[in-house]
């Protein structure tokens, strides 16, 4: 490798060379951004709504007063953070199983979807929410009563697994 | 005047002018932030206070309730000393920085009382002292001393290198600064009651229109000492003393708290004081650039409190510009690797500011107008006839 040939100093012309007149044109540049259109959305107040192929919090789904869940245990199993716990019950309905207890873990969860993936009963969806905070690590732990929505609020997520799954 | 009544005077004067610096660097930030942001196409901090003009003071009341941590292995009374050195030196130079020209007639508060004016005051502390640009320099060369302190005594290599790029920064560049200032002292004319190198003295020789400021006769020595005022104040491209991607924070990566606060203070204390420099030498410091016989005829003659408004608001106008100009110039240009930087200081700075202090000379002594101008006009015509590429070279993409 001779790099001594043909170097970036040698390519420059006079005027590049004296560095003046390009830092003045970089000058204009950035002179130039400050009065373009801004990219900062001001979050709170407007709020951005993700498509359905976003990946938020899971939930379960909940579909005409009762849970799709049979509590087959697969999302618990198949999560990579441990983060689902799922308790078995029998009912009287249909599907004669549901879960006592379903809890997820949402300082464990890594919104990888698997729990959805694996899911036979299309029961565990993710959903658009994005804003999740907790003050303590007990309230952390999402129950049943957290965990369900409606089926009407997930359309989105189940229309695009739908299509693409 | 009695000494009693001397040192109320300034001790009145340091207090106002204290406070006006702590407000400035507060603003400062402000303009920092927005413009980054702007520049960046963001939108900046907006949320504390109306435009968030209030997000300087929201930061040094995080900054007060911060830990302040000192390492095990540091020098615990030098790293304490660095960052009180380096502000106390960014706040003692403002001593002889001129906010307008002088208040002869007496000042009449709101139609309440009136405050007689016996001889001129100006505005600033001690603005007609005679060395006052002596002062400037040998301040601003202290201050390396607290960063290269702050580095050395943390005991961590980072913040070691950072100190002692400092160190080397401020040799390469002091020279070729100081010849820059010398071209300003040949072309300074004798004006009657002030010694040439007293600041008052430099700005009132600018008189007049705007075209007879010093940045217009001298053109050379003007890039010469923006470039390196922006070397001075570790300001990008120069950063390399606080070069986050390589040194962590440089010198200042083992101070927390309000430590750091006071770095950060200083800093930006610097760098107005950087632009009030500039002003000063090269921009007509307080004049307001237009010709005397127009301000009289609105009634700004010498010595009214009027035109000291006027000359204070052109000031204050001239440094939020050159402010705006650091950080603009920040966003634009990349930081120099080290090499480069010393290739710039001695190899292209120090010989040109020589040169340009010879044809000074030469212009001012033998009262050739326009020398510098020629010179340098016939150089680059020269250079560029001589210049072996043309162009015409082409990027050889390895197939």
């Not at chain 2, 300074?188 to 400021?213: A, P």
């Amino acid at each position: 490798m001779n790099n001594k040939k043909n170097t970036e100093a040698e390519r420059l012309t006079f005027w590049e060379s004296i560095y003046l007149p390009e830092v003045v044109k970089g000058l204009g540049i950035t002179l130039k951004q400050i009065f373009q259109p801004k990219f900062t959305r001001s979050y709170p107040e407007e709020r951005w709504d993700p498509t359905g192929s976003y990946r938020g919090r899971p939930v379960l789904v909940e579909e005409n007063g009762s849970e799709r869940c049979v509590a087959c245990g697969l999302c618990s199993r198949v999560c990579p953070a441990l983060a689902i716990e799922v308790q078995p019950g029998e009912t009287p309905r249909e599907k004669e199983r549901y879960p006592e207890l379903f809890e997820i873990n949402m300082l464990r969860c890594i919104y990888c979807g698997f729990c959805e993936e694996v899911c036979p009963e299309e029961a565990i969806v993710m959903s658009k929410d994005y804003d999740i905070v907790f003050t303590s690590q007990e309230s952390a732990i999402l129950g049943k009563d957290q965990l369900l929505v409606d089926i009407e609020k997930l359309r989105d997520r189940l229309e695009f697994l739908h299509k693409y799954r | 005047m009695e000494l009693s009544s001397i040192l109320i005077e300034a001790g009145i004067k340091i207090a106002v002018i204290v406070n006006v610096i702590l407000v400035m660097a507060s603003v400062e930030v402000y303009i920092e932030r927005k413009v980054s942001a702007w520049i960046q196409n963001r939108v900046g901090p907006n949320r504390v206070g109306p435009f968030g003009m209030l997000q300087p003071i929201a930061d040094v009341v995080k900054l007060f309730m911060k830990e302040d941590l000192v390492p095990i292995a540091a020098n615990k009374p030098f790293h304490r000393l660095a960052p009180f050195l380096t502000l106390v030196i960014a706040i003692a130079v403002y001593a002889v920085i001129p906010y307008s020209s002088y208040i002869s007639e007496d000042i009449n508060v709101l139609g309440l009382f009136i405050i007689p004016i016996d001889e001129p005051i100006y505005l600033g502390i001690a603005p007609n002292i005679n060395i006052g640009l002596l002062f400037i320099l040998a301040m601003t060369s202290v201050s390396v001393y607290g960063i290269t302190l702050a580095g050395w005594s943390s005991n961590s290599k980072y913040s070691l290198f950072g100190g002692l790029r400092s160190a080397a920064q401020m040799i390469s560049y002091e020279l070729a600064m100081g010849l820059s200032v010398i071209a300003v002292v040949i072309m300074t004319g004798e004006v009657e009651g002030f010694s040439r190198l007293s600041i008052n003295g430099i700005i009132m020789d600018q008189g007049g229109w705007f075209y007879n400021w010093n940045f217009a006769l001298a053109p050379v020595a003007c890039i010469i000492f923006i470039i390196t005022a922006f070397a001075e104040t570790n300001r990008t491209p120069f950063d390399l003393p606080e070069a986050e991607p390589e040194l962590v924070g440089g010198f200042n990566t083992e101070y927390s708290g309000m430590k750091f606060g006071m770095f950060f203070l200083a800093e930006y204390a610097a760098m107005a004081l950087a632009s009030a420099f500039i002003i000063i030498l090269f921009f007509g410091g307080w004049q307001t650039g237009i010709a005397q016989s127009i301000l009289d005829s609105i009634g700004a003659s010498q010595g009214t409190l009027f035109l000291a408004f006027l000359q204070l608001l052109a000031f204050m106008s001239k440094l939020m510009f050159f402010i705006f100009f650091f950080v603009w110039v920040r966003w634009s240009v990349p930081r120099f690797r080290y090499d480069q930087l010393m290739y710039l200081g001695w190899k292209t700075m120090l010989p040109l500011s020589i040169v340009n202090v010879m044809v000074m000379s030469f212009e001012y002594f033998y009262e050739i107008t326009g020398l510098t101008w020629g010179v340098l006009i016939i150089t680059l015509i020269i250079m560029q006839m001589n210049y072996k590429n043309k162009g015409n070279k082409k990027r050889v993409v390895a197939s």
